[in-house]
């Protein structure tokens, strides 16, 4: 597809499970964003990767958190041990260099 | 480093009225600066966008925002809302140039309700 494709959509998750959520950035697109919108909440950074660069983490919120991305392409967020408060929507973007960013539809976890 | 704040997360206007959310930025080199509107479970789009040509940048379905360096501010407007308008709306900055020095920060965006 043309745009941000982001995987699952939803995932409902017991406390204490590990769950992955996989994004498919624009084909050439060098620049990779996570993001976390929280219900009513403004978009959380999470995680930069842009090319080559080591990755900025600043945002992750805890070590129960971490993204990878591979061969500059498909990027996989992976949250361990999950807790209720990490039920969000959970928003990919990526972009050229310099460019705008185009957002995939997010996963919508929930945390049960 | 970067960063937005956008003042009110809630502005109600009339249909028809003018519609205008703020957003201050701060940064300590040349910004880009972009305003992204999220409508109701949906993924966020891009209305318009400013890297340093025109300081007046027009967008999608009627919505403009200036550049003021001066005041530093980025303030999104629209003549005459529509009940479509009705969304929410986020002001972003990101440094010029590359690297992971130009993430994009958002600010904590602001509800807009436009009642008949």
């Known amino acids: 597809g043309a745009g941000v494709s982001q995987s699952p959509s939803n995932k409902v998750t017991e406390k204490g499970k590990d769950v992955e959520l996989r994004c498919d950035p624009i084909s050439g697109h060098t620049a990779l964003y996570w993001y976390r919108q929280s219900l009513g909440q403004g978009l959380e950074f999470l995680i930069y990767f842009q090319g080559n660069s080591a990755p900025d983490k600043s945002g992750l919120p805890s070590d129960r958190f971490s993204a990878e991305r591979t061969g500059g392409s498909v990027s996989t967020l992976t949250i361990q041990r999950t807790q209720q408060e990490d039920s969000a929507v959970y928003l990919c973007?990526?972009?050229?260099?310099?460019?705008?960013?185009?957002f995939g539809e997010g996963s919508r976890l929930t945390v049960l | 480093a970067q960063s937005v704040t956008q003042l009110g997360s809630h502005v109600s206007v009339s249909e028809g009225a003018l519609v205008l959310l703020r957003c201050n930025y701060s940064s300590s080199v040349p910004p880009y600066l972009f305003w992204y509107v999220q409508y109701p479970n949906q993924g966020l789009q891009l209305l318009l966008k400013y890297t340093s040509a025109a300081t007046l940048v027009k967008g999608i379905n009627g919505f403009e925002a200036e550049f003021k360096k001066s005041e530093t501010s980025f303030h999104l407007t629209k003549p005459s809302a529509h009940m479509s308008d009705a969304a929410e709306y986020f002001c972003?900055?990101?440094?010029?140039?590359?690297?992971?020095?130009?993430?994009?920060?958002f600010g904590t965006g602001t509800r807009l309700q436009v009642t008949l």
């Open positions: 973007a990526s972009s050229r260099t310099t460019g705008e960013l185009f």
């Open positions: 972003a900055v990101r440094a010029a140039g590359a690297g992971t020095a130009s993430k994009l920060t």
